[in-house]
């Protein structure tokens, strides 16, 4: 997977993994990216498409 | 529960129905219960999100009881069609595939498009709050609301009073398509509409195939447990 930030919004942004090579962007193996802990105030936001998605109806 | 189905509520009074039950429960019981029990409303722990859930649906029964025996026949469980089959267990494999494989095709191509707005963790949000908010006897409870008491009690209003009067009004397809537009959007965050028009299109299809609601509730239950078993996972 590929991890971009912005400071000034506080938010990190987890991708599938990029094509080309982008020196303001890092890429990740599965097992670090699924373990990344944002510094205190900063949001993840995993844009991976991911097979399945949890949804419940309450 | 096995007896005949009568004619459901006529439009208007299920109209009625809802409105008060909505007011009445999630309005007014709902955020006062937050507030008896000192709790935040925006994010509830899961013991008072089963307070305020369970006051919001006490109330919903009781409007339920009275637009029954006020503009129904007073058989609470024909009125709204509560009967079970040996075939609605059907409703099992229908609702964990509608969370399983239609949920995520119907969002795939939203994805594609609009890869922020419908980002798999903004429409996972609220699954996972409630998931990690919970720990210990607390899942025990978090799944007793979402796998209990919001199928059962969501389905009797939803598909046994709203759906019901709907294709009474508008005929089955028309009635099924309104009534679950109506289920999607009463819930909190836009993202999920869609998800939810295709699972309440799924329950309600139980609704016009058998006229009761044993399968919408089966379906439901398994849709809400499943999604629950992958948000723990």
């Given amino acids: ?21 982008d020196p303001h962007a890092y890429d990740l193996c599965s097992r670090h990216g699924n373990r990344l802990t944002p510094p205190q105030g900063w949001q993840v936001r995993d844009r991976r498409r991911s097979p399945a998605i949890d949804l419940i109806a309450v | 529960m096995s007896g005949p189905t009568h004619p459901p509520l006529r439009l208007a009074p299920a109209v009625v129905t809802w409105v008060v039950a909505w007011v009445a429960g999630m309005i007014l019981a709902g955020p006062l219960v937050a507030v008896a029990v000192d709790a935040d409303f925006d994010s509830l722990a899961t013991q008072d999100l089963a307070a305020v859930a369970a006051s919001g649906w006490a109330v919903s029964i009781v409007v339920l009881v009275f637009a029954s025996r006020r503009w129904g026949t007073g058989d609470f ?125 799924v329950f309600g299809g139980f609704v016009v195939a058998t006229d009761r609601i044993g399968g919408a509730i089966l379906a439901h239950a398994a849709f809400n447990a499943a999604g629950l078993a992958m948000a723990l996972s």
């Fill in chain 2, 77 to 201: 469980w024909a009125d709204y069609a509560v009967r079970f089959r040996p075939s609605d267990v059907l409703g099992i494999p229908a609702g964990a595939l509608a969370q399983f494989v239609a949920v995520p095709l119907l969002y795939w191509p939203l994805q594609q498009l609009w890869p922020d707005t419908f980002a798999s963790d903004e429409i996972e949000r609220r699954a996972q709050e409630m998931v990690d908010r919970a720990d210990g006897w607390l899942v025990v409870l978090l799944a007793l609301v979402v796998v209990v008491g919001a199928p059962v009690v969501e389905e009797l209003m939803y598909r046994g009073l709203l759906q019901r009067s709907l294709m009474s009004r508008l005929g089955p397809a028309l009635g099924l398509f309104a009534g679950s537009v109506w289920f999607a959007l009463v819930h909190p965050q836009p993202v999920e509409y869609p998800g939810l028009l295709l699972a309440g299109l």
């Fill in chain 1, 1 to 21: 997977m590929t991890l971009t930030y912005q400071y000034s919004l506080a938010q990190v942004w987890l991708d599938e993994l990029a094509a080309e090579r």
